[in-house]
Structures are given as C-alpha cells and as structure tokens.
C-alpha cells in the first residue's frame, strides 16, 4: 500500500499542480514529510490563487516556523501567518495569535493574539478554534503580557471548549483540566 502511494505521488508530481491539487499535494507531501515538496506545493497553491485555499499561508508558515523543508525564519513565517489571516483562514489565525501571544517573529503583543484567538473562535470550523478557545483560556486565567488577570473570561472560554461540537483530540480533555483549577480555587464557577 506504502509503495502504491509513493508511486501515485510520483506520477502526479510530474504534472503541473493546478491551485486545489497543489494545496492537497502538499498535505499529502507535509504528512509524509516531504517537507521540500510540501513547501513547493503551498508556494504553488498561494502563487496559482492567492485568495483560495488561503489554510496554504498556514501550512506554508509552519515550514518557515520549524525549519522543515527550508531554513528557519520567523519573520516570513509571521508574514504568512498574517497574511492568510487577513484572508480568514481560522488556522493562520491561530498561527498568528501564537506569533503575537510568545513575540515569535514580531514583538510580543497579547491584546493581538486574543483578538487574532477570538477571530479564529468565531469561525467555528476547525480545531484552530477549539485550540484558541484553550489559549485563551489560559491567557486570561494567567493574565499574560498586557492582559490582565480575569478568570471569569477564563472560565468562558474554557467552558465553549469543554462544551464544543468540534472534537479535538487533548485539547477538551486539556481544557477541562484547567477549567476544574478555576472550579476548585473560585466558589462562583462550576457550582
């Protein structure tokens, strides 16, 4: 079975990528990782339609954050990040409040990232959301950066990840953790 997809990936390889198949080339290249052809599939995908499958940035930018398939640079990362951000992908969106939220590539500004968190939590779509809905959880229980401390914010979004349709696999699980911290410390939640 390995070797009858390594053979289908090398046969389509050989063709030109068109936008949506240079996209679901390079998850299939980054799952494998290939990362150098995953890399030249997102370019692929972003340089074909810049505003289609705009989760291309993400992927793109997760190269240039771990250094897979090309050297490091957090910069071009963030750029990515933000870029596909702008066009309403809710995983750049993650990706860039991360960015924001550790001063990854650009100086660190928490109000950022809980506005870039909140954008991709409205989305709804993926686990981006429910992975914002957990971080910014703990933005506010720990009240980090320029955010202050507020754990009835904290208990909010811990209890939408808790409670979400959308399964992540640890990250309700993860969520509930800290949710039982709030429950255990403040006698208003979790009564």
């Known amino acids: 079975m390995k070797k009858l997809l390594v053979f289908f990936l090398f046969i389509n390889s050989l063709f030109a990528y068109e936008n949506d198949d240079a996209h679901k080339y390079g998850i299939v290249y980054y799952v494998t990782k290939d990362y150098e052809k995953s890399k030249l599939a997102f370019e692929q995908s972003i340089s074909n339609c810049p505003k289609c499958n705009t989760d291309s940035y993400f992927y793109l930018a997760l190269h240039y954050t771990y250094n897979r398939g090309t050297e490091k640079n957090l910069q071009k990362a963030f750029e990515l990040y933000l870029k596909g951000s702008e066009l309403g992908s809710a995983a750049a969106q993650y990706g860039l409040a991360e960015q924001y939220r550790w001063g990854t590539g650009t100086a660190q500004d928490t109000q950022k990232a809980v506005y870039w968190f909140k954008k991709a939590i409205e989305q709804k779509t993926d686990d981006a959301s429910v992975e914002s809905m957990l971080n910014l959880g703990v933005v506010y229980y720990n009240g980090e950066g320029n955010v202050a401390v507020d754990k009835k914010l904290a208990y909010k979004y811990l209890i939408k990840c808790v409670d979400?349709?959308?399964?992540?696999?640890?990250?309700?699980?993860t969520c509930q953790k800290n949710l039982d911290i709030i429950c255990n410390e403040s006698p208003w939640a979790c009564k």
């Open 164 to 173: 979400s349709d959308l399964s992540v696999p640890g990250a309700q699980e």
